[in-house]
């Protein structure tokens, strides 16, 4: 097996060696004196690391260089969607007309209002919906912000009794908390046979549901195919039908969650349109609704004006999920992404995020219980210990899956291919499961040994928690 | 173009695939009924890298050229081309949330870095790995006050001079947890802290103050609005930014319970309002914190190592019982803004705070000599920014400063509000005399 995907590594025995901006190694303190303020308005003093540029520089190569990103080999976590995100949507994003100050009045800021009223329309148009938000600054933002669409929606109509969200057992743990969150009690439905139980549903769903929060494909990728009959059943219970975003590069041009039925989305930019997830963030979590609930967007939205675009509050908004206009960056490079796919390219996308996910499935010794899937499957690692499995993949110079997650299938290893991996890659990754599938469990439990640190001792971190530099000094 | 530039399938690949999956097309894969079925054509056309970066040019040249002069929560500090270079690298870019520690390492001590700064800033033990921006974590703050909080409460009490985009993100957050939220009337563009103690009760969920405030005021008394939410049993909810916090006095010194506020003024140019919200507490509460936490560990080795930790408070593990909903956060905004702190140093920093509020004493007084102008209009020291009376409308001096390539903000019928900091600052002589054209 050849294994092309490795971190480099600097200092496996002594890792201490090389750590500056650790305090011990570089601080500074300094006392505040000589300002222009008085005493009593300021403090005593500062401390923090001090060093050279040129030091400055190596440190966080070197932090780089201890850090695994989608360039470093594949990433297959499961519902996270990470595939090859393209530099030129970062050098767009990088022009001098694009840092404006957010209370630049509309007519001053003409180009950044086209832009985002052009991504507006892309998105509507990917989703099947009637308009737009931008604001939400990451997807469980925008979940957060359709419900309070869904809450604003139901209190115009005088409807005050509705005081559930339903969620399927499979949902991303984003749905209940967004939900909780915006106030609502958490109703969670079991699956049959990895999909809405259409029974459990009927008796979940009534005069006290403000919305049932769902993601097709679900986060096994299988698709749910009664989404028509699910529809039909939350509607006419008088509730919104929310569509989690999470894996929509399954659908692209081919099905829209507005087509399905859905009336109220978020789409994760940073996953289906290849920007950067940064580590965790920024991402971006436009929402997207059909007409009905069009006026009770958050405020500002960005309309066309005679002759130009201009920022309105929708007559009955929810008002701001975001101190000013969400993470503006983002959305630059999501609309430079989807405009260099096109229709095409987006067909591609899905065609081949599948095509992936059933290939490398279709090389794996372990077994995947709910099928057919779409763009991501759940294999088990069965009677091992899926995050053993794991860390030994990680030796094998790979990023692992998603592990022990969705709790429905045993010892789960949720992976997600993306369509950027070529079938040599897929390959790769196949020997590398399967390898580690058939390791002595003693192995398995000793991983990772090639890897910037050996096994971490999660249950010490949590137990005696260091937080800061300052804590460990003590 | 036949399809996306990033698949990288060869016709035999596919064709190979296909075969072992055991389909004769692409399409069979995808288990969907007819009815639900996509058979129309998405109106988006496929363009080529040059073709978008003209179009992107293009569109965004359309932003008129102005010298901005803005502030009120978001900053324009010089971020120097270290942190681009650095940050840019493509694995911090392209990473994702530290799921697997141990590929990991760089990003989570940068995290821990970060979070280190931020304790060193605010004198509180526990800082976490970032927010969406200020309003949001403010937002947090509220639903965390109500966790935390001994006795029963829900209204957090903000000075006027909030702005109302951040009163309105903080309602939404409040609204689940049936939070209401009272402005309380200002003094000299300050906390007047008797109509506080007239305002706080044991109803008082928390007690929000900024130091500085919007306006630019730098307040005068933080330890007697501690005091006002401490003797209601409520928290003190300080927002801040990190430029500030390190000159004026430390949080935890006037009792702060919870610091919030958008610590995105380093590492990030002004970008439409994208942020970093900052979010700080006291270690008793730490079980409560929303968003991620970076901790230190040892790994199997015995050597130092970092980690994710106390995840079951997320909204991964912990679901509707979280506390929070947020998973995407400003991971790699933080990164930046640590790198920015870092490159500056305690001493590059405390000079660039005591620069700004040289700078905003320094401008007013121009201004003030303005005839139809006076500036200050609060009574206070301030950092950075200021508001000015001017007798002709606020709205026509902002759109004659316009016109000669200046933006400023209009925050009442004849009140203006100018930011200064090292990025305008060359400006300066220039916009002053265009204030002094337009204000008489």
């Known amino acids: ?474 | 173009m036949t399809g996306s530039p990033y698949v990288p399938h060869s016709a035999e690949e596919t064709a190979a695939m296909l075969e072992a999956v055991g389909v004769d097309d692409v399409t069979e894969l995808f288990d969907v009924p007819d009815p639900v079925r996509f058979e129309g054509d998405l109106d988006i056309d496929a363009r080529s890298e040059p073709e978008i970066r003209t179009e992107i040019d293009a569109l965004l040249s359309r932003n008129d050229d102005l010298t901005e002069f803005l502030g009120r929560g978001h900053y324009d500090h010089y971020v120097p081309s270290v942190v681009d270079r650095i940050s840019a690298r493509s694995e911090f870019l392209t990473s994702y949330t530290q799921y697997q520690p141990e590929v990991a390492q760089g990003f989570l001590q940068a995290l821990f870095e970060y979070q280190s700064m931020l304790v060193e800033l605010t004198g509180l033990p526990v800082a976490n790995a970032s927010m969406y921006d200020a309003a949001t974590a403010l937002g947090e703050a509220a639903l965390f006050a109500s966790r935390v909080r001994e006795t029963s409460g829900s209204t957090v009490l903000v000075p006027e001079y909030v702005r109302d985009e951040r009163v309105s993100v903080l309602e939404n957050y409040g609204a689940g947890a049936d939070i209401t939220v009272e402005r309380v009337p200002s003094a000299k563009g300050t906390v007047d802290t008797s109509a506080l103690m007239g305002a706080a009760n044991e109803d008082t969920l928390a007690v929000y103050a900024e130091n500085p405030t919007t306006r630019g005021t730098i307040e005068p008394d933080l330890d007697a609005i501690g005091d006002v939410a401490h003797d209601n049993d409520a928290l003190f909810v300080l927002g801040s930014d990190p430029v500030a916090l390190s000159l004026l006095e430390r949080p935890s010194d006037v009792g702060a319970d919870v610091v919030v506020g958008d610590a995105s003024v380093l590492g990030m140019p002004t970008s439409y309002g994208m942020g970093l919200g900052m979010f700080a507490t006291r270690e008793d509460f730490l079980r409560q914190v929303p968003g991620r936490l970076v901790g230190a560990s040892e790994d199997d080795a015995g050597f130092r190592a970092f980690t994710l930790t106390l995840q079951t408070r997320e909204q991964h593990i912990r679901r509707e019982r979280a506390t929070s909903n947020i998973c995407t956060n400003q991971a790699w905004v933080a990164l930046r803004t640590a790198m920015h702190v870092a490159a500056l140093g305690p001493e590059g920093l405390l000079e660039t705070a005591n620069r700004m509020v040289s700078l905003a004493s320094d401008v007013a007084e121009r201004l003030d000599e303005i005839i139809g102008v006076r500036a200050p209009v609060d009574d206070r020291h301030h950092f950075r920014e200021f508001v000015a009376h001017t007798d002709q409308p606020a709205r026509a001096i902002v759109d004659d400063l316009a016109a000669q390539g200046f933006a400023i903000h209009a925050v009442g019928e004849h009140e203006v509000q100018v930011c200064v900091t090292e990025t305008n600052e060359g400006s300066i002589d220039d916009f002053i005399a265009a204030f002094r054209e337009v204000a008489q």
């Open chain 1, 1 to 474: 097996m050849t294994i092309h995907y490795d971190q480099a590594r600097w200092s496996d025995a002594e890792d201490d060696i090389y750590e500056p901006l650790l305090p011990e190694k570089s601080q500074q303190t300094v006392a505040v004196e000589d300002s222009p303020l008085p005493d009593d308005l300021t403090r005593d003093s500062v401390t923090l690391p001090d060093l050279s540029e040129p030091e400055l520089s190596r440190h966080y190569v070197r932090l780089s260089q201890h850090t695994y990103g989608v360039e470093s080999g594949p990433y297959p976590l499961g519902s996270c969607t990470m595939k090859y995100n393209p530099p030129f949507a970062e050098e767009v994003a990088s022009v001098d007309d694009a840092f404006v100050h957010p209370d630049r009045s509309a007519a001053s800021t003409q180009g950044t209002l086209a832009l985002l009223y052009r991504l507006q329309e892309y998105l509507a148009e990917i989703g099947g919906m009637d308009a737009v938000t931008l604001q939400p600054p990451a997807g469980a933002a925008g979940e957060f912000t359709g419900i309070r669409i869904a809450a604003a929606y139901h209190e115009a109509n005088g409807d005050h009794e509705r005081t559930e969200v339903v969620v399927p057992d499979t949902a991303h743990g984003t749905n209940p908390a967004s939900a909780a969150v915006a106030g609502y009690d958490v109703v969670e439905i079991p699956s049959e046979d990895g999909r809405v139980d259409l029974d459990a549903l009927e008796a979940a769903v009534g005069d006290t549901t403000a919305a049932f929060m769902l993601t097709n494909p679900n986060t096994l990728g299988v698709f749910e195919r009664d989404i028509e009959a699910i529809a039909e059943i939350v509607h006419d219970a008088g509730a919104p039908l929310y569509y989690d975003g999470a894996n929509l590069n399954a659908l692209l041009g081919r099905v829209r969650p507005g087509d399905m039925g859905f009336d109220i989305m978020h789409y994760n930019v940073h996953k289906t349109f290849g920007t950067p997830h940064g580590g965790g963030g920024p991402g971006a979590g436009p929402v997207g609704v059909v007409s009905d609930l069009v006026e009770f967007l958050p405020d500002p939205h960005v309309r066309q004006s005679d002759g130009g675009f201009e920022l309105y509050t929708p007559e009955r908004s929810i008002g701001k999920v975001h101190g000013f206009s969400g993470n503006w960056l983002v959305l630059i490079k999501a609309y430079a992404y989807i405009a260099r796919l096109g229709e095409e390219g987006l067909l591609d996308t899905s065609a081949k995020a599948v095509l992936n996910a059933n290939y490398l499935a279709s090389q794996l010794d372990l077994d995947v219980p709910y099928e057919p899937f779409h763009h991501e499957f759940v294999a088990s690692a069965d009677d091992l210990d899926a995050s053993d499995l794991a860390k030994r993949m990680l030796d094998l110079g790979v990023h692992p899956p998603t592990t022990k997650w969705p709790d429905i299938v045993d010892e789960a290893l949720m992976t997600e291919p993306t369509e950027s991996e070529s079938k040599r890659t897929l390959d790769q990754l196949a020997d590398a499961f399967n390898t580690a599938a058939d390791e002595d469990e003693e192995i398995l439990e000793s991983a990772p040994n090639r890897t910037t640190a050996r096994r971490i001792d999660q249950t010490s971190a949590a137990r005696n928690p260091r937080l800061s530099w300052q804590a460990l000094d003590d």
